[in-house]
């Protein structure tokens, strides 16, 4: 059996990591390691670091590393061959280091990093019209949408439209500002790593045009198709 392979993918908020990671996961033997539901999967569990996890998550900020660590290593325990894509991991230096500890403790070798580029400006106009169904959880943008969704309601089952919290224009200023600053070392700490393996991909496109290039990379780094995908 081949030993597990991750993809990490990077991105400021509003890049469209966490739909990229579900479009790809929608190929056979791709794995998604999405740290924004395991968090989320903790908090709705009941678990004694909910509190803490839940106030890191709606004021955008960083959750402690120690829950972070726990929660993906869970997710890594029953690591066997395939890809592993890891959305929202790491997001800072000392999550970077992590990941090369927990890759080495389980096997998995880095396949690719891929980069996801976006204007602040133009993150900050996704974020701001990003509202979730309380019911059936669809995302959409009431910049984008029809109007019955700028109303707020759901056009998939007429549920009501929630913005969360952490995109309040306040709070996303201050997203896009602290993933700057923590992403820098992340970045260059894998380029320096792997520089043949590191991509940059434009997020300004629509979202299956940036699949579809993603896709084209992996299929060169891990040959997903003679895989049979
Ligand atoms: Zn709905």
Redesign the pocket.
Known sequence: MDDPKAVILIGPPGSGKTSLAERLSGFPGINLIQTGSLLKKEVDSGSKEGPRIKESIETGKLVPADIVRRVISNALENTHSGIYVFDGFPRDIDQANMFCDLSEKTGLSLAAVIELRLDSEIAKQRLTGRRI??????VVNVNLQPAEEVRGL??????H?EQRNDDRPEIIDRRLDDYEKDSVPVREFFRGRCPKRYYVESADMAPELVAKSVLAVLNREIHVLARGF
Do not use: P, R
């Open positions: 169904c309380a019911e059936c959880g669809k759901c056009q998939a089952c007429g549920g439209l």
